[in-house]
């Protein structure tokens, strides 16, 4: 058996916030191997950031402790970080340093003689394909760049073992790919040890063993073998004749049901223990289907989740009347350009009222400043774009108060709670007295932020943040609802809630327009764009876009892989 690198044993942290007490960490103990690749998961708020800063000697446990390579973590914290790699959440980087210069400060904060630092950033840019943005500013990298760059400052003294905290957030599913091609080159070549929180079911699949974290207790942990057994005989497909979308909303809310998600245009769903799916009153028989890892941890979830009484409310809105089929965005030979660049270009397409439409593309391919020239908060340089029936180069102030936004990075204010950031932006929509009361009672109900209503907004959990922000798009009941990368960053549970409550605003005639970077995501939509480099790359409903492929993701990287060649 090969000889653990780091060992946590009985590791315990809380925290005090907004004058009472969070319990980060309770009692944790486990092991990672040499030269293997551990996963630790778990929902938002699970304790993975707070157990890697312990680990890396950043913070002290109230409790028990961490043993990395041989040393204690807390007491020999200097020599630990100096045999490590550390890469935390969004990167790390110095944002007004260049890429070269980013990589010069590293290797000067972990000490590597300048003798070596020519082979070593040679190594780093080949390994990465950083070596043509090399003078680039880190800011004005895509975010696919920044993901490799902070992962380049994490090895510039290449470490024993690497700690990377959901490294992968926020990145499109080729950079995800690259990403891991060079973990895995890594842990064969030199045996590197690796501990990683993700979101990414896919990739906890790929490790050798897995840690799942629930409100700082361990809930399980083994190879993802173990979890993927769990399911078994409980795992089933079902294919219906209309839009998926509605039935795996109702499969969601029925409590005989643990998970239900949309697959290749079927409806993906784990049944609780003992349940077949004739107890579910399905339109079409179900067929079995082998388990995924993803299977097994929705029920480890949802055993721990059920214990609580914990449930996921849907909400309500102001159905908006319209003819069926009529268009309420209409875009033509959109332009946008910075300069000499152009970020967006000749873009053209129409969405339907109600239709929940996706925007995909890689990181730097249009998708957020396409977003704000749609949402009226960047002017396009040419084109025509019309928008709830203004033209946004005439009305833009008009048509901003039929749409809701909620931005791909947490725009609300930190410093106040959450129930002060609902009244802020009830009143910059202009609703007041009784109105502005009712929809902010709303909001706490139907986005289960009671519990959280004065704490400050800065200190949630990515998956509060995420309810707060959709809250706050939805205070005045637009027409249409711009979600730039919703998702980004938060675990399958809350992905899940969200994309019901989604469903149910589209049901009630609200539409949807939406990026994201989980390529399942784009199974809930009715029809998605897929752009890169400005330019549409392909239009149409999940089923044309996937063709023959097995998935939307293995559909999307081949759109990007032939382009780039042909580029």
């Known amino acids: 058996m090969s000889r653990a690198d780091l060992e946590v044993r009985g590791v315990s942290k809380s925290f005090q916030r907004s004058g009472r007490s969070i319990q980060a960490l309770d009692n944790v103990s486990f092991s990672v191997s040499r030269g293997s690749v551990t996963g630790l998961l778990g929902p938002d708020g699970a304790g993975k950031t707070t157990l890697i800063r312990i680990a890396a000697g950043l913070l002290l446990p109230d409790a028990g402790g961490c043993s990395v390579l041989g040393l204690d973590a807390a007491a020999e914290s200097l020599a630990v970080q100096s045999r490590i790699g550390y890469m935390p959440q969004r990167f790390g980087l110095y944002e007004d340093l260049s890429v070269q210069e980013n990589l010069d400060?590293?290797?000067?904060?972990q000490g590597v003689p300048k003798t070596l630092r020519p082979e070593?950033?040679?190594?780093?840019?080949?390994?990465?394909?950083?070596?043509?943005?090399?003078?680039?500013?880190?800011?004005?990298?895509?975010?696919?760049?920044?993901?490799?760059?902070?992962?380049?400052?994490?090895?510039?003294?290449?470490?024993e073992l690497l700690l990377l905290d959901e490294p992968t957030v926020g990145v499109d599913p080729l950079s995800r790919r690259e990403l891991w091609e060079i973990v895995y080159n890594l842990v064969q070549e030199r045996s590197l040890t690796v501990l990683l929180s993700t979101a990414y079911m896919d990739e906890a699949q790929r490790c050798e063993h897995a840690v799942v974290l629930y409100e700082g207790r361990l809930l399980g942990q083994g190879p993802p073998s173990e979890f993927v057994e769990a399911a078994r005989n409980r795992t089933f497909e079902v294919q219906p004749s209309g839009p998926p979308r509605a039935l795996q909303a109702r499969?969601?809310?029925?409590?005989?049901?643990?998970?239900?998600?949309?697959?290749?245009?079927?409806?993906?769903?784990?049944?609780?223990k003992g349940v077949q799916p004739s107890a579910l009153d399905l339109p079409v028989a179900a067929e079995p289907r082998e388990p995924s890892f993803e299977d097994g941890f929705m029920i480890l979830l949802h055993q721990a989740r059920r214990a609580e009484g914990t449930h996921?409310?849907?909400?309500?809105?102001?159905?908006?009347?319209?003819?069926?089929?009529?268009?309420?965005?209409?875009?033509?030979?959109?332009?946008?350009?910075?300069?000499?660049?152009?970020?967006?270009q000749d873009l053209s397409f129409e969405v339907g009222r109600g239709e929940i439409f996706g925007l995909l593309g890689p990181n730097g391919a249009g998708k957020s400043t396409t977003f704000r020239m749609l949402c009226g908060l960047l002017p396009p340089t040419g084109g025509r774009l019309e928008v709830a029936g203004y033209d946004l180069r005439k009305a833009p102030s008009k048509a901003r108060k039929r749409i809701g936004y909620m931005a791909q990075k947490f725009s609300q204010y930190g410093q106040l709670s959450v129930r002060e950031n609902l009244r802020f932006f009830s009143s910059a929509y202009g609703l007041a007295g009784k109105e502005r009361k009712d929809r902010l009672a709303w909001a706490l109900n139907a986005l289960n932020l009671e519990t959280s209503a004065d704490a400050n907004a800065g200190q949630l959990p990515f998956g509060v943040k995420q309810r707060l922000a959709l809250a706050c798009a939805l205070m005045h009941q637009p027409e249409i609802l711009f979600?730039?990368?919703?998702?980004?960053?938060?675990?399958?549970?809350?992905?899940?809630?969200?994309?019901?409550?989604?469903?149910?605003?589209?049901?009630?005639?609200v539409t949807i327009i939406v990026t994201t970077h989980f390529m399942e995501e784009a199974e809930y939509c009715d029809r998605m764009l897929?752009?890169?480099?400005?330019?549409?790359?392909?239009?149409?409903?999940?089923?044309?876009?996937?063709?023959?492929?097995?998935?939307?993701?293995?559909?999307?990287?081949?759109?990007?892989?032939?382009?780039?060649?042909a580029a």
């Open 105 to 109: 400060l590293y290797a000067d904060l």
């Open 120 to 159: 070593r950033f040679e190594d780093l840019s080949r390994m990465t394909g950083l070596g043509p943005f090399v003078k680039r500013l880190a800011g004005r990298l895509s975010g696919g760049m920044k993901q490799k760059l902070g992962l380049a400052c994490a090895l510039i003294k290449l470490p």
């Open 251 to 272: 499969l969601a809310g029925d409590p005989k049901v643990v998970d239900a998600s949309i697959t290749t245009g079927c409806v993906h769903f784990v049944t609780a």
């Open 312 to 344: 996921l409310e849907q909400g309500a809105i102001r159905r908006h009347p319209g003819q069926a089929g009529e268009s309420i965005i209409k875009v033509r030979g959109l332009e946008r350009r910075f300069g000499d660049f152009y970020a967006v």
């Open 483 to 509: 979600l730039d990368e919703p998702t980004s960053g938060v675990d399958p549970l809350a992905r899940r809630a969200f994309w019901r409550r989604i469903t149910t605003l589209s049901e009630q005639g």
């Open 530 to 565: 897929i752009m890169m480099r400005g330019r549409l790359l392909a239009l149409g409903a999940p089923d044309e876009i996937r063709g023959d492929a097995a998935s939307i993701e293995e559909a999307f990287i081949r759109l990007i892989e032939s382009r780039r060649e």
